[in-house]
């Protein structure tokens, strides 16, 4: 089940282009409104003194702190406006979740600015219990962490305990935390599942359908790469001329850009495993469940055709 | 140059290149000495001789009790440093120090015989024992004892004493004392450990007056900031440890003997003015050599792998003090790759590292403070400063050649070396004073009477670092080395002054240095120039441009400047500024617009805490700040994916 669903995913993502283009150009317009003030800091600083392409080809620690120094409330700024857009993009981003599964559901397209309108709230509330259950079990994992730390300590158990164990237990929890998260969204959606019923739905999903991790895993593993990739490019391209600069940044768009692709399909594919699931499951669901049942929107509630076995057929639909 | 002639047992191993004594000798030690690794302490006898340097009779003896610093609250380090101090933390079980002596005589029967050895019938000094306080009123301090002598010590007469004594380690603290590993198994870092006298400085050493009636004692209680002081002469130590102990010592080991599940190790040091061990059993074993200098290294096993990089570091420190210092004398240098506080420390020929479990090759920490640590060997061992009073002269010269030495070793990135992060450790140190409030805390102040604790270190690391640099780069490398080296040659195994270090400076350069030593040595004068206008108009009815640079002197540190100014066809000239007006303005008539001035464009006044508005100029590329905010926004790009697919 995990290859149908990978083309369901890619095939959703040559679909539905614009999505992509649209997480994209979000992230990009807010990233571009932060690096305002520092762009306007550095220009007045460093602009008139010529020792702008020195800075550029190499780190100077001397001609830094005198930047710091004098621009260093401007940069101020930066995290105060990460005061607001950090909210405001996590509410963007819980809106988005729901309007992309909306929007790549499999029968037929769907419009991705229905689904926002539909479930935003809903996803809201189930991203804040979600939040809720991440703050939860990173407490208990620094507990315990704290208590492997005690029993092995020194320099050697103190490496492995922090710099080994305690990060890759975080990011397996978190990792295992998003991708429940991923399909309580999506039992929200397809399922029309109330948000208490469907975080259920997603805690449960992983334990029930094995092959859930592995595809998490498939698109885990390209989006932490192109994630990672501009850093390791910032780091080792000596970018110290203007066409230089903007060759380094515009590859950089170019990797963040596929980035926001690996999202879509990753949402279509998990999306398209959960409708296969959902619908072999339907009538029991229905019969148990039946109040329930998923309201219909501008469709039938299910296609004739399971999602992703016949992906071309509803990608030209 | 009297000699003391103590018996002096067959040596394996010559404790320096030399057969004579290299220093005066005033002193000489010989300690046998028991570790008690359950009690934490170390006990045994001490027999000192100290002879009478003066021309008028010496009537009382003054020793430095550092461990006491570490007895209970009261001590002045535990009420100036708050209880913490290098890691210690007043909830520790086992913190407690000191030494207590049990008894102090003069030595009556079987000493050597010489013609002017002191004789008294009232030989039992125990009781005469006092505690001075000369820094302070705390009359709980019991880091310095005098004792008042039965009758006076004659010119060049000399006493012997015998002490039994009894120190007890403390958690490690200020960089002595016993740690544990999470195993279990016990480190000792023996230091600051055996009643020690003071210097008797007599008439026209250091800063006691040539026409002064007599000399006098010169001794400090052991403060947080502090280091030590004290006389060159020769030590002959017996250490007894369980078997299973690895043991790390100052000077040569003459004999290891094992009895009974007790080792002994019998070492001897000579023209040194301090002598520390160590021991655990956890130590790994290295060894190798360079010239004529047998290397070990006394390494913490999950350390293993970094031995190399103790032996590279040190290598090129020993190197480079042998070709820009003067020579090591000694035969022997051990390194010791201690736990926690005991690290980064400096005793004469045996030094204490440090590293970290996996450090990778790209952070240079291990490099720096071995190199470090080893340049002590001349800036406290050989030149022996007193570290209370004028502790620049040791640290701070000593950190202007190890930034000199990481940055000429291993630059770009001497101090970190990551890509598109390279950081130096000189530009790191001078970052660190120019913007560490620069114009508080004077490189000459006594250790303790920083008004501003943490000024201390500023004053006594990062400042004298940036100071020498600047200085090195006025005077030109040729004129510095010759600086460094007859600084060497004429002060080596003796104690040198700031005055003294001037006074090396202006003859090897032939200039009076006043305005340098008054402003960054003795005083706290800031430097700060700045371009503060360029400005170009056409000169009418001409095809020529007046260009005019109006340069500004922004705080109260003078320092001659280089201005640079380049023209829009490419060509530059020079002008210089002797910089003692606040502003000055220079003007150019060409047939070329300027189009920057720059000040200081070699980077060589280091002290100038601005950098960055040294420089002006119309043509300027905005590249900078293009870069950055295009950083930014990857960045940002970043950090929105990495939340927005958690939540
Ligand atoms: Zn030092």
Same mark, same amino acid.
């Given at each position: ?29 807010? !990233? ?53 857009? $950090? ?51 990173? $407490? ?25 164990? !305690? ?96 999202? $879509? ?33 501008? !469709? ?11 992906? #071309? ?5 | ?30 300690? #046998? ?184 004692? #010169? ?17 002959? $130590? ?343 007006? !606040? ?65």
């Amino acid at each position: 089940m995990i290859k149908p669903s990978l083309t369901a995913g890619i095939s959703g993502l040559r679909r539905r282009p614009g999505l992509v283009v649209l997480l994209y150009a979000t992230n990009l317009v807010l !990233a571009l409104i932060l690096s305002i003030p520092v762009a306007v800091a550095f220009a007045g600083t460093v602009g008139p003194t010529g020792f702008g392409e020195d800075l550029a080809a190499g780190f100077d620690i001397v001609l830094w702190a005198d930047i710091i120094e004098e621009a260093g409330d401007a940069l101020a700024v930066l995290f105060l406006h990460l005061l607001w857009m $950090v909210p405001l993009y996590l509410i963007w981003k819980a809106a988005a979740g729901v309007g992309l599964i909306h929007a790549l559901r499999g029968d037929q397209i769907r419009s991705f600015w229905q689904g926002v309108g539909r479930y935003t709230l809903r996803g809201l509330l189930l991203g804040v219990a979600f939040a809720v259950l991440a703050g939860i079990g990173v $407490v208990v994992t620094l507990g315990v962490v704290l208590v492997i730390g005690a029993v092995w300590s020194g320099p050697v158990g103190g490496f492995w305990v922090n710099a080994v164990l !305690a990060p890759t237990l975080l990011i397996s929890l978190l990792a295992v935390l998003d991708l429940m998260h991923d399909y309580a969204r999506t039992a929200l959606v397809i399922g029309e599942q109330p948000v208490l019923k469907a975080m259920q739905t997603g805690m449960a999903w992983p334990f029930r359908h094995g092959q859930a991790s592995p595809l998490y895993l498939i698109w885990f593993a390209p989006a932490a790469v192109l994630l990672l990739l501009p850093t390791v490019l910032d780091m080792n391209v000596a970018a110290a001329t203007g066409s230089a600069v903007w060759g380094l940044f515009i590859t950089q768009q170019i990797l963040l850009l596929l980035r926001a692709a690996v999202t $879509v399909g990753w949402f279509g594919s998990e999306t398209a495993f959960y409708e296969t699931i959902w619908l072999s499951e339907l009538p029991l669901i229905a019969k148990e469940e039946t109040e329930n049942t998923p309201e219909t929107d501008d !469709a039938a509630p299910f296609s004739q055709e399971l999602p992703g076995a016949e992906p #071309n057929d509803w990608a030209s639909a | 140059m009297t000699v003391l002639a103590l018996a002096v047992p067959v040596l394996a191993q010559k404790a320096t290149i030399y057969d004579e004594p290299l220093s005066e000798r005033r002193v000489a030690y010989t300690l #046998n000495v028991t570790l008690d690794p359950e009690a934490r302490t170390v006990r045994g006898t001490e027999r000192i001789a100290w002879r009478n340097p003066d021309d008028v009779p010496v009537d009382s003896l003054q020793f430095h009790l550092y461990l006491n610093a570490f007895k209970n609250n009261e001590s002045t380090f535990m009420r100036e440093s708050g209880g913490m101090h290098r890691g210690f933390s007043a909830e520790e079980e086992n913190r407690w120090g000191g030494v207590i002596i049990e008894s102090m005589k003069v030595t009556t029967g079987d000493q050597p015989t010489l013609s002017t050895t002191y004789r008294t019938d009232d030989a039992d000094l125990t009781d005469r024992i006092v505690y001075l306080h000369p820094d302070d009123d705390n009359l709980d301090d019991q880091t310095v004892a005098a004792v008042p002598l039965p009758r006076p010590v004659e010119p060049g007469e000399t006493i012997f004493l015998d002490v039994e004594f009894e120190s007890t380690l403390p958690r490690i603290v200020a960089r002595t004392g016993w740690g544990e590993k999470s195993d279990g198994t016990r480190f000792f870092m023996v230091a600051q450990w055996f009643p020690k006298l003071g210097v008797y400085e007599v008439p026209g050493q250091r800063y006691v007056p040539e026409d002064a009636p007599r000399g006098q004692w #010169n001794t400090h209680q052991f403060h947080e900031n502090s280091e030590f002081y004290a006389d060159f002469g020769t030590f002959d $130590v017996t250490i007894d440890v369980p078997e299973e102990y690895v043991v790390g010592a100052s000077g040569v080991r003459v004999s290891e003997t094992t009895d009974g599940g007790m080792k002994r190790l019998v070492y001897r040091a000579e023209d040194v003015h301090d002598f520390a061990w160590t021991a655990s059993p956890a130590f790994l074993e290295y060894t190798d050599t360079w010239r004529h200098v047998n290397l070990r290294l006394l390494l913490q096993p999950e350390h293993d792998g970094q031995a190399q990089r103790h032996f590279d570091a040190v290598k090129i420190a020993l190197e480079r003090f042998d070709e820009w210092v003067g020579e090591y004398p000694y035969t022997s240098l051990t390194l010791v790759d201690g736990l926690g506080g005991s690290n980064g420390m400096e005793y004469p020929t045996l030094i204490t590292c440090g590293t970290a479990y996996l450090l990778p090759d790209w952070m240079r920490s291990l490099e720096i403070v071995t190199i470090h640590e080893f340049g002590h060997q001349y800036f406290y061992g050989l030149l022996a400063s007193n570290e209370f009073e004028e502790a620049w002269l040791d640290e701070g010269m000593n950190s202007y050649v190890e930034t000199r030495i990481m940055d000429t070793h291993y630059s770009p990135g001497s101090a970190i070396s990551l890509p598109g992060l390279r950081l130096d450790d000189g530009p790191g140190q001078r970052t660190f004073y120019a913007k560490s409030t620069p114009s508080r805390g004077a490189l000459f102040t006594r250790s303790w009477e920083y008004e501003v604790d943490a000024d201390y270190g500023k004053a006594s690391y990062m400042k004298p670092a940036t100071v020498m640099r600047t200085l090195e780069h006025y005077l030109g490398w040729e004129t510095m080395r010759r600086f460094l080296r007859t600084y060497y040659d004429r002060w080596r195994f003796r104690h040198p002054t700031t005055r003294d270090l001037q006074d090396v400076a202006e003859d090897v350069s032939g200039e009076d240095l006043d305005w340098f030593f008054d402003q960054f040595v003795y005083g706290t004068a800031v430097v700060d120039y700045a371009v503060e206008a360029l400005e170009v108009e056409a000169v009418e009815g001409s095809e020529r441009y007046k260009s005019e640079v109006r340069l500004e002197r922004r705080e109260d540190g003078i320092f001659p400047q280089t201005l640079r100014v380049r023209f829009e066809d490419g060509s530059t000239e020079e002008r210089a500024w002797e910089g003692e007006a !606040a502003s000055e303005t220079f003007t150019f008539d060409k047939p070329t617009p300027a189009v920057e001035a720059y000040l200081d464009p070699d980077n060589a006044v280091w002290l100038d805490v601005n950098r960055l508005n040294n420089r002006r100029a119309l043509d300027a590329s905005n590249v900078f700040a293009r870069k950055q905010q295009f950083k930014v926004v990857v960045w940002a790009q970043q950090l929105f994916y990495l939340i927005g697919s958690l939540f």
